[in-house]
């Protein structure tokens, strides 16, 4: 029976909203990713309310917030922080960086050299960092939502393969349809601006603990077992598609799995179900498949080789 997880997803719905318009499957994946204590990729072009997603977000769950902005010349400890020697003491004290957060928004992620960005690596494995051979825990909602721009590529890096597993989920953030853009001008017209979210008035959560607690619930939910074999089935196709270069791991078991768990919770289920599992399979997926030269030459595409993979699994009854 759940408890917390409706009362906590209708009041940040109900906030959301009066800086968000649409994008609801959008805002329903990264609840899903932060439910299920995981990170996220968020891919859009400029404009399409990425970083204001984020922040409303943050201020909805009285998180603390942070954003860093990738560039070729950031360097890991603009990320994790640096020993400052006090001149006062004569001892060297940390001066924590921007990863000492909750919500950690990195912006433009792709645009920063393998180096830098694997200095979020171990920050998002084990929510801890290192910094001069000392380890330090970070805050327990420690999340990661990262932005990058689909359609530029001069002055970018790729995300590793490895980093790209870390991301519990990637989502795609596309145009708004017209009657929403229609009322998204209309709001700014009106004197909405995002760069004075205070002027909306959000109201945080009331509880302070409620995303633990709403974590604990998708935590305790148990799955069947034919929902289990259903999603063991979908990651094993991926092995041996013949558009697939190389397949999804077993972590990409244990993300469908929780993913389609946390899902489950946000709509009011205490139990996940097949449904759940397709709905999350393409954020889950995505990134975590690489397709052959050949076919990415013919027009192939993760997610249409997703759909099809989940077009040949039979759906547990």
Not at 11 to 33: C, F, Y
Not at 109 to 131: D, F, G, H, S, V
Not at 181 to 196: K, P, T
């Amino acid at each position: 029976m759940l408890t917390y997880t409706p009362v906590t997803v209708a009041h940040i719905l109900n906030e959301i909203r009066k800086t968000i318009v649409g994008q609801d499957h959008v805002i329903e994946q990264i609840l899903v990713a932060l439910f299920a204590e995981g990170h996220a990729l968020i891919e859009g072009v400029p404009g399409t309310a990425k970083t204001l997603t984020v922040k409303t977000l943050a201020e909805i769950l009285g998180a603390g917030f942070s954003r860093i902005q990738f560039t070729p010349d950031l360097m890991p400890s603009d990320i994790t922080g640096t020993n400052v020697f006090n001149m006062q003491t004569s001892q060297f004290a940390l001066r924590q960086g921007p990863i000492f957060t909750d919500i950690l928004l990195a912006d433009e992620i792709n645009r920063t050299p393998p180096k830098t960005q694997a200095a979020l690596l171990e920050a998002m494995e084990e929510r801890q960092t290192t910094i001069d051979g000392e380890s330090y825990r970070l805050s327990p909602m420690f999340t990661v939502l990262a932005t990058e721009n689909p359609i530029e590529y001069e002055g970018t890096y790729p995300l590793p393969e490895a980093q790209l597993d870390r991301f519990l989920l990637k989502i795609l953030i596309d145009y708004p349809d017209q009657a929403e853009e229609e009322q998204i001008v209309a709001r700014w017209d009106a004197g909405f601006d995002s760069h004075h979210l205070e002027r909306e008035h959000l109201q945080p959560l009331p509880e302070g603990d409620a995303i633990a607690r709403c974590r604990m619930e998708v935590k305790q939910m148990r799955m069947e077992a034919g929902v289990q074999k259903y999603i063991v089935e979908i990651i094993r196709k991926t092995r041996n598609h013949p558009t697939i270069l190389y397949g999804a791991s077993p972590r990409a078991s244990v993300a469908l799995l929780l993913s389609s768990k946390a899902l489950a919770a946000i709509r009011g289920r205490d139990f996940p179900t097949p449904d759940d599992v397709r709905d999350v399979a393409l954020p889950v997926l995505r990134h975590r498949l690489a397709l052959r030269a050949e076919a990415e030459l013919e027009g192939a595409t993760a997610d249409a080789v997703i759909l099809d993979i989940l077009k040949t699994v039979e759906i547990p009854r």
